[in-house]
């Protein structure tokens, strides 16, 4: 029998990070041959995970520019990816997720008639505007998919409400099979401050902000509550920052902490060590999608920095609360974290909603099953 031809597209720094494990599994499996297309949405803190994870792309469409628009990145993506579909034609593209880039890799194939399968499928908070614009992609990839790959029962349910019930597999996100490959004890950091880190005697916070609808006064109301505590807590904290590339976003956390002493800004750093990173912290502080499923994951408390979440299974297991974005919420939550032990125990325990490390698998499997290639369905991810 003909291998099915699977094609991956993917280009942003998560959506690497997230695929890469599923790239693995499919390129292992004798029934398939892997395919993969990067759109390079993401340039620099794309390639270090394609480095981290050993995959070379058969693809690359190199799109990024500086201070790019969504219609610059979604129509680039779009005639690029038209290209690569009269080259080959696979029998089904795989996307994640919610990026321009996956919304263009799903119009793209369904223009060429070809099926798409979406990894990380169902996650919703409503509001078309939040987050922006990917509530909205991740929607219209759930319109145009043949596959949908939820990672939990709450996301196949989201999908259910809208008439989405065909090709719905539940296979928990892969994310955990990625964060099962890269924490070790004992790891060291290429990044050399990380190692002089007093992570026994200092608490250690972990802070990302990247969220287009956090531009502006959310932002600065963000940087002035993380300077609000670092100088509240100069003794206590050390606040490490891996600043995203955007300029939108340099601008705003180097004009708000530059020169505090406990603050480190620093480079994106490489999946395997901001992983070992939030391991060993105290507790991540976050306006993003996939830290908000991986530090649950290692026990570690988050407190996000938006409005809303689309990941509610880890705020309902405790470990994972919304703040919002005002400055005077986000510095009492992240003080009473800091000086309350009992505030801290509720939230520092290690739980697991969003997967069990065999997504990857179950994803490979259900294709199998979808292509009529195993009459098994893989048995559903349950949290
Ligand atoms: C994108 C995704 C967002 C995801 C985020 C992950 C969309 C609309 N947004 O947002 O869903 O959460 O990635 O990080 O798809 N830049 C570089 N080098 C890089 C990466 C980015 O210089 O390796 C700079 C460029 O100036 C670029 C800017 O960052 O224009 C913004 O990148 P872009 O992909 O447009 O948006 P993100 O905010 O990263
Ligand atoms: N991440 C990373 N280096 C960093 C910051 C984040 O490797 O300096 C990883 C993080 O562990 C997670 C992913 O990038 O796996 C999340 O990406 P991001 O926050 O950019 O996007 P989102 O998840 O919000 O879409």
Redesign the pocket.
């Known amino acids: 029998m003909d291998k099915l031809k699977v094609m991956t597209i993917f280009?942003?720094?998560?959506?690497a990070i997230k695929m890469a494990p599923l790239v693995k599994e499919l390129g292992v499996r004798p029934e398939f041959e892997s395919l993969c297309c990067v759109t390079a949405?993401?340039?620099?803190?794309?390639?270090t995970v394609l480095d981290i994870f050993k995959i070379t792309p058969e693809f690359d469409l190199d799109i990024?520019?500086?201070?790019?628009?969504?219609s610059t990145?979604t129509s680039k993506c779009l005639l690029g990816l038209e290209g690569v579909f009269q080259q080959v034609r696979p029998d089904l593209v795989l996307v994640h997720?919610?990026?321009?880039?996956?919304?263009a890799g799903a119009l793209a194939a369904f223009y060429q008639q070809i099926a798409v399968g979406h990894v990380e499928a169902g996650l919703r908070t409503g509001d078309k505007y939040s987050?922006f614009?990917?509530e909205m992609?991740r929607s219209m990839v759930g319109r145009l998919a043949d596959l949908h790959f939820c990672p939990t029962e709450a996301n196949r349910r989201n999908l259910a409400a809208e008439g989405i019930a065909r090709g719905v597999f539940v296979t928990g996100n892969t994310v955990i099979d990625a964060l099962d490959t890269t924490v070790r004890p004992g790891f060291k950091f290429t990044t050399e401050a990380l190692n002089r880190l007093d992570y026994k005697g200092k608490k250690v916070v972990v802070v990302t902000c990247?969220?287009?609808e956090n531009y502006g006064e959310p932002m600065e109301e963000i940087m002035t509550a993380l300077r609000r505590l670092a100088l509240a807590y100069e003794e206590q904290v050390e606040l490490v920052y891996p600043v995203?590339?955007?300029?939108?976003?340099q601008k705003a956390a180097h004009g708000k902490l530059d020169g505090l002493e406990n603050v480190h800004l620093i480079d994106?750093l490489t999946a395997d060590e901001m992983h070992n990173l939030m391991a060993r912290s105290y507790m991540v502080m976050t306006d993003?999608?996939?830290l908000q499923e991986e530090a649950p994951a290692l026990g570690k408390p988050v407190l996000v920095l938006r409005r809303e979440t689309e990941r509610p299974e880890a705020v309902a297991a405790g470990t994972v609360r919304v703040v919002g974005t005002r400055g005077a919420d986000i510095f009492a939550m992240a003080a009473d974290l800091i000086d309350s032990p009992a505030a801290y125990a509720v939230m520092a325990h290690a739980v697991n909603p969003y997967g069990d490390g065999r997504a990857c698998r179950r994803i490979a499997d259900a294709i199998l099953y979808h292509f009529g290639r195993t009459d098994r369905p893989p048995e559903p991810f349950k949290s």
Do not use: K
């Not at 280009?11 to 959506?15: A, F, L, N, V």
């Not at 997720?97 to 919304?103: C, I, L, N």
């Open positions: 280009g942003t720094r998560p959506e949405q993401h340039r620099q803190m794309l390639d990024m520019e500086q201070g790019q628009t969504l990145i997720g919610d990026t321009s880039t996956t919304f987050p614009p990917e992609n990247h969220r287009r995203h590339l955007s300029p939108v976003v994106p993003s999608g996939g």
